[in-house]
Each structure stands twice: as structure tokens, then as C-alpha cells.
């Protein structure tokens, strides 16, 4: 291990400094491993990106409708090649990963029709478009689309036994990261391999659409490969690599990214248009994100290993199969979440002057505290902290620009708690 890794600089306490050094002792098998992943995911956006013969002239923004953008159609065909897909939409005009995953929601269903959501309840935003909540219009709900949140089982696996055989889902929805939900893990492609087996058994009409938020690059395999129909995720979080300003993206089978470009933009217009600006940084944030992933990875282990030390109960733990960049670490109280946030935030490069307070955000339910010293707002691959105000005061330690930034802040998380002994 070299040793400014092993030697911080932070002034930590002995003891603590001591479980720093075990925790990376511990991880370096891990992080082994990572260094494969990471090497055999940029194998696979370079050879993506020649195949392509991207040139300076594909940089160039358009305007207007945007037709004939040949820049925006070359990283459409490294999206659909790299992640395994017919055809891609890669879009600043989609505002987030909650958006991708709308307009295909709204794409692909129709009025009358199943929405099958097998991973049980999806992400808190999700649940807003859904309409599960009530309160929201213009929801799928309102369409008369109507859904099904499958029971999880104890082991927080979807429980396909208790699927009634009469169901008849046009979507089959799987989430692969779990969000802020503690009953389930995440589910690796492996397992989502054998979940796309069964719902296409049991369901030959059903679609099956995985939220793939947090989890580009970081298995070998992606959900395409193992079967799924169609992906969907954000560009602030890992394939942005830290460098999209914004956008979104969906992946898969050509006539479904057909109907959810109609729903993007219009039907007859479908993905012909759409201007674009910054496409350099789409192209280089996706060239740099297997990086960026493999760097989240690498701190979400050492914070397992960490805070698990330290005698918190983490998920998943250190030698644990992962399918995203995301570390939970269970505090207990809601003071310990506002002190590992605001150490995160005080570690960071931008804002880190401020003081944390809990806010509302919208789509969420509970009030949520966010580190989020990022350069781009909400950019959560960055490096980051958050968690909902709710019991247990499990806090979501995500992301890495670089892995002396994310290794520093996480050993700064660890030393206020340590300090304040709450
Ligand atoms: C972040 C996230 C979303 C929503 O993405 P936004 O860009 O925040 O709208 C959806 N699902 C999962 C699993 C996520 O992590």
C-alpha cells in the first residue's frame, strides 16, 4: 500500500488511524478485483469509441431541431454498442434519471395495461410518477395505467411464488440498485439474469425495463446482456463520468427506444431531432467512467470495511457481491447522519463552507440531508452523502472523482464520529 494512502494527514486518532490501515489491508483483495473491472470496462468504451470514429467535428454543438447531428448519433451507437443494446437515446433533454425512466414508463404503456414492479416499491421519485402515492396528476396512474409492487421476501428477494399466474404485465420492472430501501439488496446481473428468465416464462408479452441508476460499469455484465429489454439511467451518475452537465439515457430493443423517442419528442419526429451542446463532455465523461465507477468502488469497500470496524452495521458488507457504487452505512441516530454528511460536505471541492440542514426535496417523502460539494448540482457519482430523515438513519456513501478525494472524506466521515463519540 503506498504510503500517503496509509497516512492520511488528517490528524486522525491512533485507534482510528490504526482501523484505517486494517481496513485497507483488508480491501486489497477487493480492490484487485476492481482493478480487472475497471481495466476490461474501458477495453470496452474505447473499442466502443473507435469503432465509432469520433472526431473533433462530432463535438460541434448543433441547433435549431438538430437534424443530421452526426455527433448525437455517434454516441447513441457507443451507448447501444457498449451497453449491448439495438439502439440508444442519449439526451440532454432528459432532465434526470427519474425522466429517463418516466418517458419510457409513459412510452411503453398504454391505458388498461400492467406495470409489474418485481423489485417491490422502486425509488421514492419513481413512485410520484407511478402515481402510488395519489396526490400527483399527470401520473401513470391518472392514464389508467395501473401497477403491481411485488412482495419482497425476507431475504429482500422478489417473491415470484406469490405472483399470481392471471397477471398480465406489459413491463416487467426491475430496479438493480436498492436506493434508500434496507430491506433489499442490490440485485447483481447474475440475479437479474435468472429474475428476466422467469418473468419471460411466465410472461411472454412482458418487457423487461431495469432502472439501471448507479450501476454502469460496475460488473463485467449488463442487464442487456443477461436478457433485459431495455435500460434506463441518469448521466450525472456514473456514465456521465463526471463530466455531463446533465441528460439521460435509454438502451435496448429498437422498437421500444422507437415508442419512448415518440414520447420524448413527438410521434413522426422520434429521435431525428433534438440539438445538442456539449457533446465533448458526453463523450469524454463516458470515456472517463469506468474510472470514475472502479474509484467508487474502491472507497465504498474501505468504507465497509471502515465503518463496519467501528461497529456499524453496513450493506452491503466488504466481501459482499456488488452491483453498484453504493455503500449504506446503518448510524442509528439522526445526529450521527447529520455529522458523517457534514464531514463529507466539509471535504469536498465546492461549497464546502456550508453548513448542512435537512430540506425537502421534491419526489422524496421524508426530508433528506445531502453532502453534495459537487461540480455539477446533484452530480451524486461525484462523491457523496446522503440519506432520508427517517429510522434507522442509514446514511448513502456514493461515488469518487478521484480516490484520494473519496478515501479523505470518507476517513473525514469516520473521524467525526469517532470524535463526537454520539
Ligand atoms: C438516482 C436514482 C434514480 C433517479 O435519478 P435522478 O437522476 O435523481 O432523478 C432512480 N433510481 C435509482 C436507483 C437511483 O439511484
Known amino acids: 500500500m503506498p504510503e500517503p494512502i496509509d497516512n492520511f494527514n488528517l490528524d486522525l486518532p491512533a485507534e482510528l488511524q490504526d482501523m484505517v490501515a486494517r481496513s485497507l489491508?483488508?480491501?486489497?483483495?477487493?480492490?484487485?478485483?476492481?482493478?480487472?473491472?475497471?481495466?476490461?470496462?474501458?477495453?470496452?468504451?474505447?473499442?466502443?469509441?473507435q469503432k465509432q470514429r469520433i472526431s473533433e467535428s462530432d463535438f460541434l454543438d448543433s441547433s435549431g431541431y438538430g437534424y443530421a447531428d452526426s455527433g448525437r448519433e455517434k454516441l447513441e451507437q457507443a451507448y447501444a454498442d457498449i451497453f449491448k443494446g439495438e439502439a440508444a437515446l442519449v439526451r440532454p433533454q432528459i432532465v434526470s434519471g427519474t425522466h429517463a425512466l418516466a418517458v419510457t414508463l409513459f412510452g411503453l404503456l398504454r391505458p388498461g395495461e400492467l406495470l409489474l414492479c418485481l423489485t417491490g416499491p422502486p425509488y421514492d421519485t419513481l413512485q410520484a410518477v407511478i402515481g402510488s402515492r395519489g396526490e400527483e396528476s399527470g401520473t401513470l396512474a391518472e392514464w389508467g395505467i395501473r401497477h403491481h409492487y411485488v412482495a419482497l421476501r425476507d431475504d429482500g428477494y422478489p417473491d415470484l411464488a406469490a405472483l399470481e399466474p392471471g397477471l398480465q404485465p406489459r413491463v416487467a420492472y426491475i430496479q438493480r440498485s436498492a436506493g434508500y430501501d434496507l430491506q433489499r439488496s442490490g440485485l447483481t446481473t447474475g440475479?437479474?439474469?435468472?429474475?428476466?428468465?422467469?418473468v419471460h416464462a411466465r410472461y411472454p408479452e412482458a418487457w423487461v425495463v431495469v432502472d439501471n441508476c448507479y450501476g454502469e460499469f460496475a460488473e463485467e455484465r449488463e442487464p442487456l446482456e443477461v436478457g433485459a429489454d431495455l435500460i434506463a439511467g441518469s448521466l450525472i451518475k456514473n456514465p456521465g463520468g463526471g463530466l455531463a452537465r446533465s441528460g439521460g439515457y435509454v438502451v435496448g430493443r429498437r422498437e421500444l427506444v422507437r415508442r419512448i423517442a415518440g414520447r420524448l419528442t413527438a410521434p413522426g419526429l422520434y429521435d431525428s431531432l433534438g440539438s445538442f451542446t456539449e457533446k465533448?463532455?458526453?463523450?469524454?465523461?463516458?470515456?472517463?467512467a469506468p474510472s470514475l465507477v472502479g474509484n467508487a468502488l474502491k472507497?465504498?469497500?474501505?468504507?465497509?470495511?471502515?465503518?463496519?470496524?467501528?461497529?456499524?452495521?453496513?450493506?452491503?458488507?466488504?466481501?459482499?457481491?456488488?452491483?453498484?457504487?453504493?455503500?449504506?452505512?446503518?448510524?442509528?441516530?439522526a445526529e450521527k447522519l447529520l455529522r458523517f454528511c457534514q464531514a463529507v460536505q466539509s471535504a469536498s471541492p465546492v461549497e464546502s463552507y456550508l453548513t448542512l440542514e435537512p430540506g425537502p426535496l421534491p419526489g422524496y417523502e421524508d426530508p433528506v440531508v445531502m453532502a453534495a460539494g459537487t461540480f455539477f448540482q446533484g452530480a451524486t457519482s461525484e462523491m457523496t452523502a446522503d440519506g432520508p430523515l427517517r429510522e434507522p438513519y442509514a446514511v448513502?456513501?456514493?461515488?469518487?472523482?478521484?480516490l484520494p478525494h473519496a478515501l479523505w472524506a470518507t476517513c473525514a466521515a469516520a473521524k467525526a464520529l469517532y470524535e463526537a463519540r454520539v
Not at 448513502?396 to 478521484?402: A, K, N, S, V
Open 396 to 402: 448513502f456513501l456514493q461515488g469518487g472523482l478521484t
Open 280 to 288: 465533448r463532455s458526453l463523450f469524454q465523461g463516458l470515456f472517463m
Open 299 to 333: 472507497n465504498a469497500l474501505f468504507a465497509a470495511a471502515l465503518f463496519e470496524q467501528m461497529g456499524y452495521q453496513v450493506k452491503p458488507r466488504c466481501g459482499e457481491p456488488r452491483t453498484d457504487i453504493v455503500q449504506a452505512i446503518i448510524l442509528g441516530r
Open 25 to 49: 489491508q483488508r480491501v486489497k483483495k477487493q480492490w484487485s478485483k476492481v482493478d480487472r473491472l475497471q481495466f476490461n470496462n474501458q477495453r470496452r468504451v474505447l473499442k466502443a469509441l
Open 191 to 198: 440475479e437479474i439474469a435468472l429474475l428476466v428468465e422467469e
